[in-house]
């Protein structure tokens, strides 16, 4: 089974986990061919060893050269004007139920009509939209223009971040993936049961496989800490670099490596430079896949002190390897993590007390090394990204299959011929 994987500005450097997700799912037997809305910019272009060889087999839906645009607009005006009603429509009740402004919607036509070439072209049965936000939106009005594929898409943060129209995106979808159990609550509460019936949680994590339990912990001093994630002010790396600052008054030799790209560098770099840590705590950049794993393996403690985190894969990752990690009350590290068993939970943005849990791994190894064990076994019962990668392979082979028995059950009931073939009038059958 042929299936389109559709993520916006792909490969970025937070997509790891859509790679392994693709490579789960070509595992299990699929075949899985990427498609994107538009290349990343360069700061937001990920680093990974596969990000090249995952770009070169992306197929990009826009820019578009001016004669292809010129081309689907009058394919769409003339050849499929039905279609492009159909699409005006959606649109315009997106835009009912809170969506974006219409013409930010009918922006999207002319690449839907793209994706929707593309699609018949490929054979693909089913698209997996990675948001349902723009790349969604794009999947249902290619629909609209070519029927006769499954369309899912996951929900991977907070669901007022994914500019409104919910309501019409699920009940469009054939399903919906969340990725963490509160997600699940919350949808109980604010979607229909129809929209309920389609929902599945389909965690994110790690391939437990290439992401093995360290051999020991490094040795000290000094204390190494690591975070790891995009420089946005929601991540509270200002937090942790205060909690460093701290610890370094008392005498104490931490040093933190912040592994990212983003907005905030810039910020970052002034408290650094204001608080006299500048050979204490360095920004590394964004960096690849597997310096990333390198240098979580060699650190003493993970820290992540994030405002908002839905989910939070680098947690995953850093307890996967079995390092101690601390990390704040948000809605997924607090799921994840079980509070003094499996890692250490702090209030959102309090300094103080994540000053005070990073100085308890510091004095205490045996804790460090009690919590390095039990995260790593939590997250190969729950969080092995092989375990959300079947139940959605599982989900949209379904979905295609009950589309393909709905076509058939279409084809059965339609007029026969006594020659088997549809019945026409004589002028359709010249």
Known sequence: MR?????????????????????????????????STRRPNDRDCARHQWAADAAEATTYLWPMPLLRIVLAAASLLTRRLPALLACIALCVRMRRDNGPPLRESLKLVIPAHRLAVWIRRNNIRHVHAATPSGSLITTLLARRISPGFTVDCTVNAKFNWWGGALNVKFNEADAIFVVVGWMQQQASQDFSPAINRKLHLARHGVDTRDWPERPAPPPAPPFQIVSVGRLHFSKGYDDTI??????????????????????????????IESLDLDDAVTLTGSVPEHEVRARIEAAHLFVGASHVEALGVVYIEAMALGVPTIATEADGPKEIIQEGTSGLLVPIKDTETLTRAIERIIDDPGLAARLGKAGRQRIIEHYDSRIGAKTVYETITAAAQENDNRSRESNDAQPKSNSGRSARSPSTQR
Do not use: C
Request: charged fraction near 30%.
């Open 3 to 35: 299936i389109a994987y559709l993520a916006p500005e792909f490969p970025g450097q937070t997509h790891t986990w859509i790679w392994r997700e693709r490579n789960h799912l070509q595992e299990l037997g699929l075949d899985v061919r990427m498609v």
């Open 242 to 271: 205060r909690a460093v600052a701290a610890l370094r008054s008392t005498g104490k030799d931490v040093r933190l490596a912040i592994l990212g790209e983003g907005p905030e560098r810039e910020k970052l770099e002034q408290l």
